[in-house]
Structures are given as C-alpha cells and as structure tokens.
C-alpha cells in the first residue's frame, strides 16, 4: 500500500461550518505546503462556503477548496487497481497460465461489460480438471467447447466448424488404444443408446479407427502425434458434420490437456461478496472479518463496474488520509472521520480541548491571536516566502473577519504586522476591504435560518456538557426583529436533534461593536448567562464581539455558576 499512500492528497481543512477565517488559512497553508516540500498539498473545506467567503474568493482569483465530507479511508481509495482479471470464457490454462504469471492465488472473472461474475481460486481451478465423480460414464465426460480444446491443444482443424466458444458440450472421450473389435463394439453401444453423437474419439496413425469414427458418425475425431487423415475420410466427416483436429502432441498428453480446455465459468460461485467503492475500511473490517471469501471486488457505486479489489490482509493496518487541522483543535469541530486519519499538522488560535490523538508526534503551532490566517501568514515571513497575491488576499479576508478588521479584543500586534504586509502583497486597502467585506449579503436579511445558525457553528464540550455557538455579522440589526422568533424555533430544534445543553445564536454589529444573542437550552444555564435578559430567549451584549475571548469564557462561567 506505500506506493497508493503516496498518491494520497494530503488535505488542509477547517472545522464544519466553515467561517472566512477557517477557509482562507487552509488555502493559504496548503499554498504554504506545496512550497515546501507537499506537492500534494490540498485546500479542502467541509462545509459550504458563505456569501461573503465566496466573495473574497472571486476577488481574490482563487478556487473554493475541495468538498470533502467524510475523510476515512474507503475501500475505492485503497484497493488496487491494477488488476489480474479473467473473462468468464477464459480456459483452466489460460487462468492457471494468468494466476501463476502473476503471483496471484484468486482473480476476478469479468463479462465483457465489466460486472464481475465471480472470483475464481486456485482450489477452483482443481474442480475443471478432477471430475465430480469417479465411475462410470462421468469419469469420460467432460463439458467442454471444441474450439477451445483446438486452442489449447494449439490444433489444427478439418471437417465441420468448430463452434463458438461459448457453445459447450458435454462430450464423452472414448481413447482408441483398444483392439479394433474393441472399439467398434463401444461406438455400436454407443450408437444404439443414442449418445453417438456425443463421443470424442482420440487416436494416433490408426486409420481404421479414423473411419470407425466417421461411419458412426461422432462428434469429433482428434488424431494425435501430428498425424494426418485420408483424404477422402476428410471429406466425409465434413459431409457428416464431423468436426476434426490434429494436434501434435502424443494421445496420453492430449487427454489431459482436454481438461485444461474447460472455462472457468464452470465453478464460478454466485454467492461471492462485493464492496461499494464509498464504503469505509473501517466498516469492511467488522463485515468481512468472519467471510471465508478472501478478495473482495470493489465496485463503482454509479455503474457497479470493477474498479479494483481488496483482501482481508490489506485491512490489517490500511493506510489513513493524511490531515492538516487549521482554525479548531476538536474532533467535536473536524470532519467527519477525522478519528480514523493521520493527522500530521494543527494551526490553530483557540484553547486547547478534545480528545486529539496521534500515533506519531506532529507540529502543533496554538497562538493567542486573532485569527489563524495570521500563523499562517508569518509561516511564510519566516521562511522569506511571500504568498501570491490571490493568497494574500484570502490571508488578510481571513483577519479582517476574524479581528473585525483589528477591532475584536482577540487583536494582537501580530494581527497588526501581517495585515499590513499582506494588504501590501495583495495591493489592497485593508479598510476598504473591510467595507466591502461587511457588506456582502446580509444572512439576516436574505439568508435561510439554516443559513444564519449554519454559517459559522461550533460545538464545544465542558464538564460534561455540550454546547454550541453559532455567530454572524452584520452591518446593523434592522432585519433581526422580523426573524427572531423563527430563529428561536431552529434553535430548539437543534437542542433535541443533536442533544444540547444550551446554544446561542450571536448576531453582532460590526459597525456599533454590540451583540444580540438568542439562545435556548436548560433554565437554568440561560439564567446563568452573564448578559442583560431581553426575554427569555434573548440577551444584549454591548461590546461583545469576540466568541473565543468573549462570549464561550462567559458560557463556560455560567455552567460553573450552573453546577454549584
């Protein structure tokens, strides 16, 4: 699996419900990355993008990150494509001569349109050659297409068509070694209980048993040793629909070989097991673990055609996407999946919480600034590299709205020295900026309440409980009244839906520096919030425009105040 794991992009993501600050840092560290020394580097996002996001990304020139929803590792990321495969009309040599080439001790077998028909083992394999059972009649027959025994055999043919290859028969070998009474009398017996027409007669340089043969009229005569036939004997068993061939290994050699000409859809079992393509390893371990099947065809979920296989051996240890966390540090927060990938990198400006693990020590850069865009921006000072402007601009979007353009108490000089700099490499007016930026659609007044609460939502635990804050901006407050109370009736939903303890919708005027919060949840906790009470649901927060240092310190004091 290394050389797929190296083909893995390797993804920079932000938290669900991505905010400016959360897309723009992962466009500018994956820029950062690809610089030094990850090619492979990838912005991704796992949530959409907002108006104002968008925005910035058209003035920037800027693609919006990948969609990605789910980062565990899938049975289509992993399984190898590059695959032995076999058509259900292939011959017992042509599998063994495939399988053994490649090492390989199970294959799929493939109709001509793709759709896997069954998977065929070595054991399988042994059930073409050993007949079921071992007298009698059954011991001589064998159900096989005469053009296919030609091709194996590498014979000649004469007499009537060999037919298609599909066209299989269930031909019984009669050996002419015997006496030629011997022979004459097994073709009679034949002939008189009707199964003439069945016989495969094999033979050397005996002409008599060639013309034996064609007077009663078998199915097939196969002369061995290079061997030839009379003319006239030709033309006869043409006449007779008589099919004809000449092989040039010995008698002993060719019985055999007329097994090896039986096509493996003879032992194809229909009860194998296929994988979705989009289904989890982790899943496929639980549901395989106790099959006896031990490769797995991976098909595509559009078209259910082949992409690949895997065995119960590569779910042992499969490889993880690789991550990069920028602008949270909690599974709570990440992408779906996140517990079963590599997390290699965390940027991050929040307080530490969670429950992130690695298996290997990774860089892990945590700053009290206003914003993660600012870490990344001096990445890139620090190494003397200088972001393309496009990125510049996604850097500086992602401080402005993160520091209100260096007005939020979350501000550090830091904040100050890279917004400057980037405005500088981005060629922009940073106050200018900051108009236009605020003032891109208002969610308030055009946006859907999934769209208001949605926009920019994290979820956090503490002492046990599990709270979530979702906050937006506006350039003043004319169209809250009008939506208050359909916002209050999302939030409730969402207390039952996913089990909240308490969550808090803040609405905040950049202009006036001044924040309304809803909010629902326990009594208790909402009496305990440490805001002017405007009703029962709502609260005025003066001056509070800072969810991280302001507004989620205050929740964490009112569950304190909550569990004395």
Known sequence: MDSWKSDLPFYVIGHRNPDTDAICSAIGHAALLRLTG?????????????????????????EAPVLIDDVRTTAGMMCRRDVVQLSPNDTFLAAYQKMLGAGVRAVPVVDDDGHVMGILRYLDLLELLVPAETEGIAVRTVLVALKNMAATLQAATSG???????????????????????IEKRMQQAKDEGMIERFLVICGDRPYVHKLAIDFGVRALLITGGYGIDPELEKMAQEKNICLLFAKQDTASCTTLIRCSRTVRNVL????????????????????????????????????????????????????LRLA???????????????EAEIVEVIDHHRLAGNLVSREPIRYLNEPVG??????????????????????????????SDTLNLTSPTTTDLDRDMLHWLAQVAGVDAAEFTRKFFAIGSLLANGTVEDIVNADRKEFSDDGLKISIAQVEELGMEALSARQQELLDYLQTLIVSEQLDLICLVITDVTEHYSHIIAAGNDSL?????????????????????????????VCQAIRVYLR
């Open 160 to 182: 009537a068509p060999c037919p298609h290859e599909e066209d299989e028969e269930n031909l019984i070998i009669l050996v002419g070694a015997s006496s030629q009474d011997t």
């Open 38 to 62: 990850e090619p492979r580097a990838t912005a991704a996002r796992c949530g959409e993008v907002t108006q104002r996001t968008a925005w910035v990304l058209q003035e920037a020139g800027v």
């Open 371 to 400: 914003s993660t865009s600012t870490l990344v921006a001096r990445k890139f000072a620090h190494r003397d590299l200088t972001p393309e402007p496009g990125v510049s601009l996604c850097l500086l979007a992602g401080i402005v």
């Open 526 to 554: 909402l009496s305990s919030l440490p805001y002017q009470r405007l009703g029962p649901h709502s609260f005025a927060a003066p001056g509070v425009v800072s969810r991280k240092k302001q507004i989620f310190p205050s």
């Open 325 to 339: 966390l920028v602008d949270h540090n909690e599974y709570a927060q990440a992408v779906r999946g996140v517990e």
């Open 269 to 320: 079992d229909e009860g194998f097991i296929t994988v979705s393509a989009k289904e989890p390893v982790s899943l496929l371990k639980k549901r395989l673990t106790a099959t006896v099947q031990e490769l797995f065809p991976v098909l595509c979920e559009d078209n259910q055609l082949l992409l690949g296989v895997v065995s119960k051996s590569d779910l042992v240890d499969p490889p993880r």
